[in-house]
């Protein structure tokens, strides 16, 4: 359904549920091939007129343009005038054409569609691949009568993500294949704890619709929630589509093992072979051929790939035709149109070790590119960019942290991240609030090995940073910023080196329970295990009081309303460094 008619039936909804009569309406609906039997009889199930009535609506909601105008005729039909009134200014035309007559040829219905699953847009500067879409649609046809698992893989920076939302934006393939919908969940490395709020997040998106009483808590395990998407997809979307965006890990692709139609990109091409089902490879070229290359040049230059100088083609050939370098060299010569020469130049020059950190691709080019996109920042900027070699791969940061790092005011630091982000030098998600910023791990990998001999001392400002700006009291306020340090600092302080700052936190009782109430105690029993070999140079014994306290205790300080953890640290033995520390804050506490 398009946008206006949308909106227009979204404002109209209170209206209607309460004056309309689902079961007249529904008949002409029916027999306009709007409405499925199935459809009316689960509208028919609900108790009351206006749950009818709601339940109607969001089965519209979900519908194309035919879906408004039936309702419109049938609002006529049956003597609504004053409502269908409230339709008519926005009613849809169906053009001669149907749903091809858009100029960028998606139709507002296979638009509304998508942004209902979280697909995400195109890019601003975007250069169709037909062979490689049709080969992903091909692939996604042999989904039209079972469920099962295309995988599109390649290497970073080949354009997998892009390719995957482009190749659903077909009308066609979403009416034979996937008419109950198209739903993306962006993955990524994460642990079970991240992977945890992700399925949470998509069961919330699926069951937005249903009638108050068939609302669910969020699930509480990584177990439940792969249960309830099951039960979410088989009963209510049998025939839709789930888009999982870069998955690393074969058990985080064994929780959505549910029966249901899949399309994942990796760069892991055997991550299928854990899981149940059919299953079809699509492979991705890692450069795009010079012509596509030059054509993405041009975008940027918003010139004619015929008309660009002759050093083009000889930055395409240097960065080897990849997609990500091809975008970084032309958000560059988008300020700077008459740098071509220079560029160039650089990228010819400049010579870094070959990356092979956690993958054998050769990250040569774009290691050129990067140091090109660096020169035409700030010399201040270029600080500030240097200190984001301190961060994980595929962890997005919140602008507050780097506020803390920078020791600079949030508004400052967003405006600096959007300058990164317009040069294509850092990536941001505008589907978190706030936004969240991340590197691409090539980016990264970059940074560190240019770096390579600061990264203790990064690591360190970080600390320092971090201790000047909560000298009084650790964050408490549990929203990302919150979460990343209670995450990250231990991480920080064993990359810097700075041990005893590790020992005075990790054997603390009051981290303990500040940690335990915002991540649980599964973190910090990691935390425990991760850092052991730095914390048994301190004291072997003290690490495994508190390793200990936490197993005994982890179970109750996942509770809520939160546990005194000093009582529960009061039941070890008296010997051990927890008792003593509890011991201590309840003498405290007796003097105040």
């Known amino acids: 359904m398009e946008e206006r008619a949308r909106s227009c039936l979204l404002r109209s909804k209170a209206t209607l549920e309460q004056d309309i009569k689902a079961s007249y309406l529904m008949d002409h609906m029916v027999s306009d091939g709007v409405l499925t039997n199935d459809e009316e009889a689960m509208v028919l199930n609900k108790v009351t007129r206006r749950e009818q009535a709601a339940a109607l609506l969001e089965v519209l909601l979900r519908k194309d343009n035919r879906a408004y105008i039936s309702l419109y005729n049938a609002l006529i039909r049956e003597s609504y005038g004053d409502l269908a009134n409230l339709l008519h200014s926005d009613l849809p035309l169906l053009s001669p054409e149907g749903e091809r007559s858009f100029a960028d040829g998606v139709s507002p219905s296979v638009q509304a569609i998508l942004s209902d699953g979280g697909v995400p847009q195109r890019p601003v500067v975007f250069v169709s691949r037909p062979a490689l879409l049709n080969l992903i649609r091909q692939k996604l046809y042999q989904l039209q009568k079972t469920s099962g698992w295309v995988t599109v893989f390649g ?153 660009l100088p002759e050093q083009a083609r000889s930055i395409v050939s240097e960065c080897k035709g990849s997609p990500l370098v091809v975008s970084l ?109 991340y590197l691409h791990d090539l980016q990264l990998d970059f940074l560190t090995e240019q770096n390579r001999d600061q990264i203790a001392e990064l690591h360190k400002k970080m600390v320092r940073q971090y201790q000047k700006f909560y000298n009084e009291s650790p964050p408490s306020s549990g929203d990302k910023e919150c979460l990343y340090w209670y995450h990250f600092l231990p991480y920080h302080m064993a990359k810097a080196g700075l041990s005893k700052e590790l020992y005075s936190l990790m054997f603390s009782l009051d981290w303990v329970k500040e940690k335990a109430q915002v991540m649980g105690s599964a973190h910090l029993i990691n935390d425990y295990v991760e850092y052991g070999e730095i914390l048994d140079k301190e004291n072997s014994e003290v690490r495994l009081q508190f390793q200990e306290f936490l197993s005994l205790n982890g179970h109750q300080l996942e509770q809520r309303p939160f546990p005194d953890v000093v009582q529960l640290a009061l039941s070890q033995p008296a010997c051990s460094e927890v008792y003593r520390q509890a011991a201590l804050s309840g003498l405290g506490e007796q003097k105040q």
């Open 155 to 307: 290497m970073a920076g080949s354009g997998k993500s892009v390719m995957a939302a482009e190749a659903v934006r077909d009308h066609a393939l979403i009416k034979d294949c996937f008419p109950d919908g198209i739903h993306w969940l962006s993955v990524g490395q994460c642990e079970r704890s991240d992977l945890l709020v992700r399925m949470q997040s998509l069961c919330f998106r699926l069951e937005q619709g249903q009638s108050s009483e068939a609302s669910h808590r969020p699930p509480c395990s990584v177990e439940e929630a792969k249960e309830r998407l099951r039960f979410l997809i088989l009963r209510r979307f049998p025939r839709s589509l789930l888009i999982l965006d870069d998955v690393w890990d074969s058990s985080v692709l064994r929780s959505f093992d549910i029966q249901c139609r899949v399309l994942l990109t990796t760069r892991n091409r055997g991550l299928t072979d854990s899981v149940s089902g059919t299953r079809f490879e699509v492979p991705v070229e890692n450069g795009l051929d010079e012509d596509k290359a030059l054509e993405i040049l041009s975008l940027y230059v918003n010139g004619k790939p015929q008309k």
């Open 329 to 437: 060299i032309g958000a560059l010569l988008r300020e700077f149109p008459d740098r071509w020469s220079y560029y160039l130049r650089l990228l010819q020059r400049k010579q870094f070790k070959r990356i092979r950190k956690s993958s054998s691709y050769d990250y040569e080019a774009l290691d050129q590119a990067m140091d090109a996109s660096l020169q035409v920042l700030e010399p201040e900027h270029q600080n500030l960019y240097r200190d984001l070699s301190i961060m994980q791969k595929d962890i997005k940061v919140p602008a507050k942290v780097l506020s803390v790092l920078w020791g600079l005011e949030l508004e400052e630091v967003e405006d600096v991240l959007q300058e990164f982000v317009n040069k294509s030098l850092l990536f941001r998600d505008c589907n978190q609030r706030p936004y969240l910023y």
